[in-house]
């Protein structure tokens, strides 16, 4: 079953302008993770939030949680064609319990 | 190897045939995971493993797919009388202890059942 589920399901911008998506989940966490997937092939880890942490960065990245509401967000700054891609939010449970993945936000960045 | 191989790449057979899948996951990592995804869809979790055991077999969707590993490392899944609901990208990846980290994912084994 989804744990997570990202909105909007697709997206679509002008290049440099920023992009935010959003993810909801139901159970309590021990973190959450974002990944993004290029042309329906293998998944590539972007960044892990960890249930006490609030806010985090990555070059242009920036995902928040907010574990009262069971919600995070991915904000790319100053996007790019090549950040076009699907973007997965997953998490995890407790110790040693496979990742549950939402079903992703498509990202589409016009040049 | 440096990354989580999988092979084939791409495999296209016929309703009723068996097939098998392989994992070849990064040395060290003692967790191992198999996903599936139908097109546009996400990811459906279908079997993981750590060590050789599987503690979560729960995602498997019927008595016809199985999967193995051997020596900690390389991992076999096997769907057997594949049916045409079987046709997806089935994606492997692993993680090193404690296991609540970042997955490494495969290129993943595209598989079409005609």
């Known amino acids: 079953s989804q744990q997570g589920e990202e909105d909007p399901q697709a997206l679509s911008i002008q290049e440099g302008e920023n992009a935010t998506m959003n993810c909801s989940y139901k159970?309590?966490?021990?973190?959450l993770q974002w990944y993004r997937q290029n042309s329906g092939r293998g998944l590539v880890h972007l960044i892990l939030i960890r249930s006490n942490e609030r806010e985090k960065h990555s070059g242009r990245l920036r995902v928040t949680l907010d574990t009262s509401k069971k919600s995070s967000s991915l904000l790319i700054t100053a996007s790019r064609a090549a950040d076009t891609a699907s973007y997965f939010c997953a998490t995890v449970n407790s110790g040693n319990t496979p990742l549950v993945f939402g079903k992703g936000t498509r990202l589409s960045v016009i040049a | 190897g440096a990354g989580v191989s999988q092979s084939p790449s791409n495999k296209v057979t016929e309703k009723g045939k068996d097939v098998e899948l392989r994992c070849d996951p990064i040395?060290?990592?003692?967790?191992l995971y198999w996903y599936r995804q139908s097109l546009g869809q996400g990811l459906e979790f279908l079997i993981y493993?750590?060590?050789?055991?599987?503690?979560?077999k729960s995602g498997l969707p019927s008595d016809r797919f199985s999967a193995e590993r051997t020596g900690g490392s390389v991992s076999t899944l096997t769907i057997q009388r594949t049916q045409q609901e079987d046709s997806a990208v089935y994606l492997c990846a692993s993680s090193r202890p404690p296991n609540t980290g970042e997955l490494f994912f495969g290129e993943g084994s595209r598989l079409t059942v005609l």
């Open positions: 040395s060290g990592h003692t967790a």
């Open positions: 159970t309590s966490i021990n973190n």
């Open positions: 493993f750590q060590g050789n055991s599987a503690p979560d």
